[in-house]
């Protein structure tokens, strides 16, 4: 079937069979590969991607349910002149990530609470990031860099 | 990637023919509501449907409405929109806190309060809580509608009691009185939960005594499970109500089919439920639990 | 030496070199990887722990769409099929009998993944099952049947000369001691003895294992791979198929988490015979519930006993460990060695004797985990420490500081002095977390440490090419997984060739291109890549100074090299002016090398002492036994913090690996079927895991033998965390337990008996 779609901005139409994740289809025909596979369960958060501006596990959803709606990867997250976004340069910042493997679903699961609520506490972050899982920095790094970028955020308005 | 086997997507326009599509592919078809428990387990050829009936298309099945003192929730209402739910915040704050706090935001955004319950999964959350305040689902079917009380949907571990060609379309939930106390807490050590319990108290006189009282616990057992035995010991006043609730906790761990498994022993189980009964207790009653 | 204010790009915490890639999804792990013509593989794995394979009909499997070809054990003629670096036990895939529930059994090769996994359910494979072997004690009995019927032949990278175990199911024995243990212990004034078990772990690298093979029509064979060892892989794919070194490729891109579980071979010799047996280009990618069933940590129960005098000094230690190796030996020989070495602790002990085994089971094999051995033993050699202290009647800190080994003196005799502050780090730790403020209820505090002997066999080769427009590549085996490798590396090259940062490139782990680096693991890259590099900056220069002679047309000695180049009165060059003036042609670069062996100051064992010093306050929910972390201290004994900020961020993740494997990591067995792989079930630190207060301190005393004074990190703070989070909680409740997990549950039952009463 052809599911129509806005990614990262751009009006979307792909051929796909309706058994396929939205991960296959932006990590295989997209090459979006961002998307990073781990859990397969909706556990580790390293396939987070944005629908609507809600974060979901890529893995476990089906491409079929982005018909008409806006996906977000993080391929998507830098500005068109190429400039970072603030969690990303707060990232940077805060060496907020080793092998890099969960960082795009981590930027993109605080992109989601930021883009909600820019003044959360650090508790409200850690119960919104306790879905993502990281198993190289111990999550520290991580806090202080959504601090960052929500204090940025918050300048901004 | 564990790759889904192919499988056909078909869009009901109501839950009648919702229902007689599940009718026409009998055990090939399965109910896609929000795919966060069913995708899973299809992964795992736990189950292997090959036609999908996609309830989330049916227009309406979505909506969380007020009517007539109780909130009519939609089978394919997400967690997240029944957590932000302005009805649901004022008139059953419990289910609203609940729901913001089952499993992960990813699941909130796509996973169906309708699909957690059909799919009776042993370590959910809202059936638990939805025993306790008196929730009852509406089940609709070529043959009719009917409406049963959640303890009649949970049939066991992953098995509801809907029949052939039954399709669960709505959750109502009695809104909370003002005489009402209610609460759920879990406690987790995994994944999901190892324990979840549900109080609900009636008190005329804003906490001095009880009239009447639900609990149930879940995830410690194949199936949440109300505590009949305890409910009537904690009725009466706050301070004989208090006093029993040692008494109450067992009388919950003696209805559950406490299990033995890698989540903890029975007995590690039955003293979970005393400690979480004292704090369900005052949490319901808005007292500090520091 | 120089002044740390004199550097000026080493030591500062520059960008990561990987950065942008890693946060704007361009970075490019093996698992992103796509070839042209490229087949896909999914593997049957056994149902049983232990059974022979009668047959395997797969032709139904081949009949199927899209299906190529199928590789089962009954394939592999002509081929070398056992390969492993420390004893070549381990099949490329079952070969007539399986040894673990999940042992690879076949491989159907496809033209997708989804055709790849169908077909897997058309294959019939006859198992004879026998008894499975699941626990230590069970392979060691008398009279218990040779999990390998056969004695296999060592690898060539055991990287040390204890021999393999004598017999029966013993795949490593290594005996440790000096002195007289039974003397020491019949006059000593307290003795602390105990069994402890440390649990079975699994890594959760975050990408699970993938590879990618491909055999060329002129039989060169390429393996793309999320292995942290390229060349030790290289040795054991060019050993399988018979070929010389230059014939295997291995490029290993950025690496999504290892954590040691990506050490040395695992599916690539399975993924290089698809590719041998199929023609095509192939790419295995595991599921993580797959990886669950590849390699975990070694669980270990340890019998030790320690003895102290009546002034508080250790006079003995006798320890007998017992791995449970799994079916293949992978790196356990290793792990076994350094189990028996660290145990010891880094206290000044005149008696010693340690026995540790390494036993094969049917369970998944284990190999390296973080800290190798370390955090096994460190668990119960702090929790001791703990008890003779109150034994004894002295504070902990203080009674550790009584036996700590001070720098340059020796714990282990024959080996490397110790290279590091301990003492101060300890007194450090112990300031960090405010020992002297008062407990609240429930609350515990715990300052433990331990030393291993770190840094693996120093081979290690580098090149740098500098470039006459200024550029400068470093060409470096080592993997970058996460460490930040890449960036460090790179900072050393920038410093010492006087050029931006932006200006190095850093050219990395492709056995093709770059040199021979053993292994990036045992924290080594910092001290000896970090060391090549630095070597390899200085031979270059010298290469130019010789053609600056020409340049500037006058000796040597009248050159006066400055940062970046060299003056002449006046004249101002820099290493690029110099070469672009020598050839007088654009485009050209040359080539400084540096060749580490152990030689020279890397003679001594070990290249250096990694040390591990933590502080926790726990909070303990009495009620649930729910153990929470209020504080957290770590201190990095490091030497010179080449990043400081990279430097700090390994410490608070060795740490919080430690913290799970503390409080509830473990893989459970339920006979012969793994109960929990899955990561639903298996439960790893997360966010709300956080401990409240957290304090980091890195100590700089340019003590080692790495570049500049440098020495490793990222294992040492994975060792101490679960004595101090047990040593806090005996603090808190005087229930002193000896398991780990900390569960909840445990805990509570650990209260309970202390209370007297009887669970209810």
């Known amino acids: 079937m052809n599911v129509s779609f806005e990614l990262n901005g751009k009006q979307t139409t792909l051929e796909i069979e309706q058994r396929e994740s939205l991960a296959e289809v932006l990590r295989g025909r997209c090459r979006l590969t961002g998307v990073k596979i781990s859990c397969e369960a909706q556990v580790c958060g390293s396939c987070t991607v944005l629908v609507d501006d809600l974060p979901v596990s890529a893995c476990t959803l089906l491409a079929y349910e982005v018909r008409g709606k806006r996906v977000t990867t993080i391929e998507g997250l830098a500005d068109d002149s190429g400039r970072l976004h603030p969690l990303q340069q707060a990232f940077l910042d805060h060496f907020s990530f080793q092998c890099g493997y969960c960082t795009p679903g981590m930027i993109l699961a605080a992109k989601a609470l930021l883009d909600e609520n820019s003044a959360a506490t650090d508790a409200e972050i850690v119960a919104h990031m306790n879905g993502n899982l990281c198993r190289c920095t111990g999550y520290l790094p991580i806090l202080k860099a959504i601090r960052q970028a929500a204090n940025q955020l918050r300048g901004q308005k | 990637m564990t790759t889904l086997s192919r499988f056909e997507i078909h869009q009901p326009t109501c839950a009648l023919e919702a229902s007689q599509m599940l009718a026409h592919y009998g055990e090939e078809a399965g109910i896609y509501a929000g795919g966060t428990e069913l995708l899973l387990a299809m992964k795992h050829s736990a189950l292997n449907y090959r036609h999908l009936i996609d309830l989330k298309v049916v227009p309406g099945l979505n909506s969380i409405d007020m009517r007539n003192g109780s909130l009519e929730i939609g089978a394919t209402s997400t967690h997240r929109s029944i957590e932000r739910s302005p009805n649901v915040q004022q008139h059953q704050p419990a289910l609203a806190e609940m729901e913001s706090q089952v499993a992960n935001v990813r699941v909130r955004a796509t996973g169906t309060l309708g699909g957690n319950l059909c799919f009776a999964e042993p370590h959910s959350d809202p059936a638990t809580l939805l025993l306790v305040l008196g929730g009852s689902v509406k089940i609709e079917s070529a043959a009719g ?112 089919d406490l299990l033995d498994d890698h989540e903890g022993s029975a007995e590690y189980k039955r003293h979970l439920i005393h400690v979480f009964l004292q704090r369900v207790f005052r949490k319901a009653l808005g007292e500090s639990l520091a | 030496m120089k002044p740390l204010s004199d550097f000026q790009i080493v030591n500062h915490s520059v960008p990561r070199g990987d950065g942008i890639p890693k946060v704007t999804g361009g970075a490019i792990y093996t698992s992103d990887m796509v070839v042209e013509h490229m087949a896909w593989a999914k593997v049957l794995r056994s149902p049983f722990a232990r059974a022979r394979i009668l047959s395997i009909d797969a032709s139904a499997a081949k009949a199927q769409p899209g299906v190529i070809d199928i590789l089962t054990g009954y394939d592999l003629k002509g081929l070398q099929p056992y390969y492993g670096h420390g004893v070549k036990d381990h099949p490329l895939i079952a070969i007539g009998q399986v040894r673990f529930v999940g042992e690879p059994v076949a491989a159907v090769i496809a033209e997708n993944e989804l055709a790849a996994q169908e077909a897997l359910g058309k294959i019939n494979v006859d198992y004879e099952e026998l008894d499975p072997i699941l626990d230590v004690d069970t392979a060691m009995a008398e009279g218990t049947p040779r999990i390998h019927e056969t004695d296999f032949a060592d690898g060539s990278f055991r990287g040390f000369d204890d021999f393999p175990g004598a017999a029966g199911n013993i795949c490593q024995a290594v005996h440790v001691g000096w002195g007289d243990v039974d003397a020491a212990f019949a006059k000593a004034a307290h003795i602390a003895e105990g069994e402890f078990y440390f649990p079975m772990v699994y890594a959760y690298a975050m990408e699970p294992y993938v590879a990618i093979a491909d055999f060329d029509a002129k039989g060169h064979l390429t393996v793309y791979t999320s292995g942290q060892h390229p060349f030790m892989v290289r040795h054991d794919v060019a050993h399988v198929f018979r070929l010389p070194l230059n014939s295997v490729r291995i490029i290993v891109p950025y690496i999504g988490g290892g954590y040691g579980s990506k050490s040395y071979t695992k599916i690539e010799p399975l993924v290089a015979a698809c590719s041998w047996k199929s023609g095509r280009p192939v790419k ?56 028996a070495n660290r145990i010891v602790g880094p206290y000044r002990i005149p008696n010693i004797k340690i026995d540790c085994f390494a036993v094969y089971t049917n369970t998944v ?161 910092t001290t000896l890549m970090g060391r090549a590099v630095l070597e390899a900056c200085r031979e270059a220069i010298a290469q130019i100074k010789v053609m600056a002679e020409e340049v500037f047309a006058v000796d040597a000695d009248k050159l006066v090299e400055e940062r970046g180049g060299l003056r002449h009165g006046g004249k101002f060059l820099t290493w690029a002016n110099i070469l672009e003036q020598y050839f007088k042609m654009e485009g050209c670069s040359i080539v400084g090398r540096a060749y580490l062996r152990k030689a020279g100051d890397l003679t001594l064992v070990p290249v250096f002492w990694e040390i591990g010093v933590v502080g926790v306050e726990i909070a303990l929910d009495e009620e649930t036994g729910k153990i929470c972390l209020d504080s957290l201290v770590t201190i990095g004994d490091v030497g010179l913090a080449i990043h400081p900020a990279m430097t700090e961020g390994q410490d608070l993740g060795a740490a919080t690996m430690g913290l799970g494997a503390g409080l509830f990591e473990e893989l459970i067995y339920d006979g012969q079927q793994l109960m929990n792989g899955t990561m639903l079930e298996y439960r790893v630190p997360r966010f709300s895991d956080l401990a409240k207060n957290i304090d980091m301190k890195l100590v700089q005393n340019r003590d080692g033998v790495g570049p500049y004074g440098a020495k490793g990190g990222g294992e040492g703070a994975v060792n101490p965390i679960s004595p101090c989070i047990a040593n806090a909680l005996y603090r808190a409740t005087g229930a002193r337990i000896r398991t780990l997990p900390l569960t909840p549950e445990r805990v509570w039952k650990a209260l309970q008996e202390k209370k007297g009463a009887a669970p209810r």
Request: charged letters at 20%; a negative charge; glycine letters at 8%.
């Open chain 3, 284 to 339: 295995l990618q595991l599921s993580v519930e797959e990886a669950f069933l590849t390699t975990r940590g070694d669980d270990a129960r340890v019998r030790i006993r320690t003895a102290v005098d009546a002034r508080g000094h250790l006079v003995a230690r006798q320890a007998t460990i017992h791995l449970n190796t799994g079916a293949y030996a992978e790196n356990s020989p290793m792990v076994c060695r350094k189990a």
């Open chain 3, 365 to 525: 094999p284990a190999s390296s985990y973080r800290g190798l051995g370390g955090a096994q033993v460190t668990f119960p050699g702090e929790s001791q420490m703990d008890e003779l202290a109150e034994m004894s009647g002295s504070d902990p800190v203080e009674f550790r500081l009584k036996n700590l080994a001070h720098s340059g003196e020796s714990i282990h005799p024959g080996m490397r002095p110790i290279d590091a502050d301990i003492p101060g780090d300890i007194r450090e730790a112990a300031k960090m977390l405010r020992m002297d403020r008062p407990l609240a209820p429930g609350h515990g505090r715990s300052v433990c440490c331990s030393a291993s002997d770190a840094g693996a066999h120093p081979v290690t080769l580098a090149m740098v090419q500098v470039y006459a427009d200024g550029a400068v590549s470093v060409l470096s085996g080592s993997t970058e997984i996460g460490q930040g490798s890449h960036t460090v590396l790179t900072q050393i090259a920038a410093e010492e060739m006087g050029v931006p940062l932006e200006k190095v490139r850093l050219i990395g782990s492709d056995t093709a291109v770059t040199l021979f680096e053993r292994s990036t693991g045992a924290s080594r890259t």
């Open chain 2, 145 to 256: 509608a009917r409406e049963i009380p959640v303890s009649e949907l949970i049939a066991g571990a992953y098995a509801s009691n809907l029949q052939p060609g039954e399709i669960l379309t709505k959750i109502t939930v009695p809104s909370a009185k003002p005489t009402h106390r209610s609460a759920y807490m879990k406690f987790q050590i995994h994944e999901r939960p190892t324990l979840g319990l549900g109080l609900w108290l009636d008190t005329p006189d804003e906490g001095r005594t009880f009239t009447s009282a639900r609990v149930a616990v879940g995830c410690v057992c194949p199936f949440p499970t109300r505590g009949l035995n305890a409910e009537k010991l904690l009725t009466g006043s706050h301070a004989d109500v208090e006093k029993r609730l040692s008494e109450a906790a067992d009388a919950i761990a003696d209805a559950a």
